[in-house]
């Protein structure tokens, strides 16, 4: 048997840091070939905020595949689809007062993006998207566009252009508020930046380092693209779906954003699948304008269905994932106390910050060789992430930052550490 | 419960022609919420050759899931991935001679499409890029600069550049072989023709209008991109999988591509997978050069391991597969003699031409009301398409032939035609 | 002194080829710094249709800059401004029954072009432009992306580089009118070659190899151009300005642009100054939206207006334009019979074409060395372009054509040809 | 006769805020059709930095022309240029002990900023190109992209709008220097921003606002380009020649930039010529490469060459040009001081900020009432600016302040002002 290295392009990532061939998983824990247990501290990037293989949502795509349930839809009406329709509005929408169009525009996140953008570039009549500095939004040639990672984008010398690029929340320093820079340079007819379309922002920056916006900066943010006629795109194909603490990242921040990104977890079992949801009034689509083969993963609505359902529909949910948060809070908050590190992130997707970037690869690489998959995030990978199911145990969420302060321990010494932690400064509004 | 129609955007398009609701599909069958049988000449857009629900891969993906078998798993390794890459090497690639390399570049066509040209660019470190008349490679905003389709353009103001449009073979007539006018731009350095990083081309455009390229002319273009340096890219996620009767639809016609993208039918089961493959020698990315989470779907892997075994493996499918498409041919060309028309395409993916844009509007509608799931493709859908699964049964695609002459007798009447039927020219080399 | 082959930038070009110093020149003879006289057959390339210091054209010049006249106006109202106006509008618009408005869009044809191009968008509200093979229209890039003002960056929403490119007359030899390819593109939704703001044609391709466009195929392209509602734009910059015979190249050819581009010889002395001649119709600037600091060359104005009053108001000037073309129709005729070389151009603008492009450059070498300034163009440099000032002396057209005789024999040898001579084929409407 | 108002496009500006028809100037006066006097404070937007017609370089011109002086040279060989280059090498370049070589990129400054972004993309192999709010750099904007010939498109392989917009000096106010977030920007490979082949940078931003860059603040910039691989361009189109009272706007700053645009007064008599200076090791054009028909105007040789001999071969020039701007420096001090707003500038280009932008309107329009040609900049035009000629005398230099003091009067009222006057802060290093 040939072997994936010899077969696969040199392009392929994750499996460099995690050499263990996979078989099987549950929850909060992989199996690899061998049988060796890991516990996953990835969760697919985000992408099983339930975990691998949640019993409910397995039990429910094992019945819709026994009795031949339509697999691949185009976006044809499908029983299944309407079965999720129906959740996500009851569920999801309803409670909290949205009343969003739903958009199927594929199955990556980068898709939902560049619908987003297409959408609202017709919308406005405008070109020009404004992005932020460590943005990540997707790698296709349309939505790399936004994506800040320079190792991202040097595949593609060309098509590029049209986005306007500015500093996220705190990237000057705390002495200047970047969203009066950029309203600045929207006031001035000779900045140089053209009116924009959108803004498209990620409410915590997963990729480019864990930066969490705060509720007056985003206000502000909503305050000025409304004021120059541009529209507010929220990115939470990471940071929704449960991952922050509430199902949509906005939901603290006080605002409503024209467009929303879903992806990733939407599905509740790592099946590929977005949703763009926009404003009722922006729908000016022509039928069939954005298009693709696979608008109608079935399998993902079955389970993305179950989901809501057994999650958001109970009530007793919210409360198991803030005690969730507040654990993960408490232990990101001991260890950077007692390292000298920096918290970065909110909810259930916090990190700690190196200065040392090695420092930050040793601890990483000790802890996958402890048995836990961990990655790490910002440009220059310096950020260890911690992003494991939701749903995990509190025992797992325990096991898994003991492994991290073992690593941490035997990369950094037990030192004496007089540094004050830096908790998070975000303060909902 | 609120129906799909009033929560979904009004990008929905395949639901407005065919109203059902659906629920349920076996092999060349679908089944509404109200128990109605549809016969599937649509497949899911070539999505799925093997029909719906095949019960050989439908038992392997059931198997997986119920041992909890790794769902979502990026690009890690697993035990999945290397059974998928060991039977498409055993089974398609060596018996074929072909030492391509394996890339999975994210869940969807146009992803494959877009790592096919960020890596001809980066490995010729040249920007244009050739695309023909009434291609079509998928609809994102980098993908979407390569597709004809002034519909599926409209919605993007920007980012479609550096492509240069080259005819199609047969765009200018008999009288001239475009391949010449190619040639010729391609020497001449005040064409205004930068040198190519690469032709991408599909060698049936399915969406197109089903032009099939003849050996002669695709030998040609291979020339002609390796005098000037381009690499040939062949779209092959519709054309693919033995939509035309071989495995890769350029089996009969003596050419090797630099790269292939596939997708579509690559699953067999209709799940999100798409499949680049490129030549040793082209193999510059860097790791994680091109992203993105949904790049390894193992229930896809699990199918489509399944679908190879069971169909590729088997000696005696090559065979079956060919008097399908006899049947096929025979059935065109007697509705061609009969109603005048002209008949497109070849192998499982067949048409006939109306030049009454609006007559091939009614027979398609007549179809749909006589249980057929048809679709028409071409500029002005003037073309009614043929794209069954492979595998229906004989009398199944007698009975999908038989809705069709009375749909087009029931439009047309019942005419003395004297017209000559054109039977496609396509010879291979 | 430091030469100016050491202060100078390796891009210098026609001082490669013509190694002289030159110090004075008149009419049609140039003189270098040791006395050696040259008869010019290249004309500033056609910046000097009545030669190097004509003696009414510098009387003018003399007195104007004597009294104090205002030299740098930027676009302010001059008498030096009226003056030219007054006499374009008698002399030329009017007895051509043309109601064109004038704008002066920098010194440079490509100013001119450039302000073309942003007005065919913003009148159409399209941005794709077409331009054709062996097109040439200058060689400016792009300064405004640099420049902040969205005042001045409003008329130019459209993508710098949205071009698509069409075949020229011929392009795909005699059996296909590239008219009707380019109206099937574009009738053809599907084709890739989004509507077009313009068509941007030279009617004679000065650069490009001396191609002139009939008049049959040129009122095609009008007629496509208003059927798909793009705006047909007529470079005259280097076939303008009686260069082909009459005033404007396209009085022959029984069309009427929508806007003409002028440079060159407009100033009839050699100095920067260009003309965007528009429909009122068109007429959707906003004040001051193309802008550029030397749009008022008062000097040329002066000179300008001079030319036009001594040739154009001259009737006898259009005989003596029309015999000199004879004569130079008939000398090419000659030496493309007895040297087995094709005819290129039509009027003033003539050339012969060689097959070995090696020889072209050997013969041009060999007038040069001769005492004639002569030029080549053509994608290889191919034809030998024989561009005199309209108004030499016959005795100095013969002159001219008996060393380019002398230097064909002396590189061809003095061969018996039987090839047939190739006349250029344009008969006018 | 017609006159210019029906005949010309409705794109004109200057001649709608001075609407008087002129006739001849001399020095820093013009003079209308009526024999009306005007004071220039504008002085063709930088263009006559030695006024109208002066005596000497009238009679070096006169001389030329009379005596067949060679005017129109594209780019060959000429005594006129030779003379040029000599008096440039030794009377500007040798004594500042610079190096650069010189390319005549066309007439314009656009032309001259195009050749200087395509070089620096051809010598880096990089595309980006960062420019700075309120920057003005021309409005061309690519007739290249109609151009077919390969060898000019060459020069530009890169997209035409790949510009990344920085903040200038001061941009986000006095607590952060820009430097530094230029600086970050360019460090962090996740910033969005993609390594820039060269920064494009005006000291003093002319049409901006006349923003003065400070020693700190360029030398900073020059420090980031070189850590980051990009070229340093200065544009000193307006703000080169003297104007800012060194001959390079650069000279007190302590830097220099790998290139520098010339263009407006650099022929001394307001004729369309500019001029790329460029470090020799940049010199990777080929021949021809970056184009143009008027890329050797020789009548400004002739009055550059003057101009630089009688000026600034002159000792005593440097010392009448210092009393000159501190002469300038101290008017408007005394009105900033006395009407409550803010200085602008440095040297010979200064101006008054009005926070009231209809008040700078008003202002401008009753200075052009009382005989004073001057005009605002600034992103809202909100900056009343002086730009006489350089070598306007004393007397005049208080002329035009006491009609500014009267028009501000007239404005304003005679107002009690306790405003501190705010000087500009710029010290040389």
């Known amino acids: 048997m040939i072997a994936n290295r010899t077969m696969e392009s040199n392009v392929r990532s994750y499996n460099r840091a995690f050499g263990s061939t996979f078989d099987r998983a549950a929850g909060a824990e992989m199996f690899d070939e061998t049988g060796g247990r890991h516990l996953d501290f990835l969760a697919g990037c985000g992408s099983l905020n339930y975990g691998h293989n949640h019993p409910v949502l397995k039990a429910a795509l094992m019945d819709y595949v026994a009795r031949d349930g339509l697999c691949m839809s185009l976006d044809l009406n499908s029983t299944a689809r309407?079965?999720?329709?129906?959740?996500?509005?009851?569920i999801v929408l309803a409670p909290r007062g949205l009343d969003y169009l739903v958009q199927f525009p594929g199955p990556t996140g980068a898709n939902c993006v560049e619908a987003a953008i297409k959408l609202a570039r017709k919308a406005t009549g405008r070109s020009n998207v404004i992005g932020f500095t460590n943005g990540?939004?997707?790698c296709s040639l349309g939505a790399?566009?936004?994506?800040?990672?320079?190792?991202?984008?040097?595949?593609?010398?060309?098509l590029l252009q049209?986005?306007?690029?500015?500093?996220?929340?705190?990237?000057l320093g705390s002495g200047l508020d970047t969203a009066d820079y950029i309203d600045r340079l929207l006031d001035d007819p000779s900045s140089g930046i053209d009116a924009p379309a959108a803004f498209?922002?990620?409410?915590?920056?997963?990729e480019g380092g864990l930066q969490a916006a705060s509720a007056g900066w985003v206000g502000r943010l909503q305050e000025i693209a409304r004021k120059h006629g541009a529209l507010l795109i929220v990115d939470d194909i990471q940071a929704g779906c449960g991952r922050t603490g509430t199902f949509f990242s906005f939901e603290p921040l006080g605002i409503i954003p024209d467009m929303i990104c879903l992806a990733k977890a939407v599905s509740g079992y790592g099946l590929p699948m977005s949703l763009l949801l926009l404003k009722p009034e922006l729908d000016c689509w022509k039928p069939g304008e954005h298009n693709g083969t696979f608008r109608g993963n079935s399998h993902a609505f079955v389970t993305a269905a179950a989901a809501l359902e057994h999650f958001w529909g109970d009530p007793e949910f919210a409360q198991t994932l803030a005690d969730r948060c507040a654990a993960m809070q408490r232990h990101c908050g001991q260890l950077a106390d007692n390292f000298g590190l920096r918290v970065k992130g909110r909810g259930m997707m916090m990190g700690l910050e190196f200065t040392d970037y090695g420092m930050a690869a040793a601890v990483q690489a000790d802890c996958v060789r402890?048995?836990?998959?961990?990655?790490?995030?910002?440009?220059?990978?310096?950020?260890?992430?911690?992003?494991?199911p939701l749903t995990l145990a509190p025992e797992q969420l325990d096991e898994g930052f003991a492994i991290v302060r073992q690593a941490l321990t035997a990369v950094l010494g037990d030192r004496e550490c007089t540094a004050q932690p830096r908790v998070p400064e975000f303060q909902p509004a």
């Open 82 to 90: 309407s079965a999720f329709l129906e959740r996500f509005e009851r």
């Open 136 to 138: 990540f939004h997707g």
């Open 144 to 158: 790399l566009s936004l994506t800040g990672s320079s190792h991202h984008r040097a595949g593609s010398a060309a």
């Open 162 to 171: 049209q986005v306007s690029r500015m500093p996220y929340e705190g990237y």
């Open 200 to 206: 498209v922002v990620e409410l915590v920056q997963g």
């Open 370 to 388: 402890r048995g836990l998959i961990i990655e790490r995030c910002g440009p220059h990978d310096e950020v260890l992430k911690f992003l494991p």
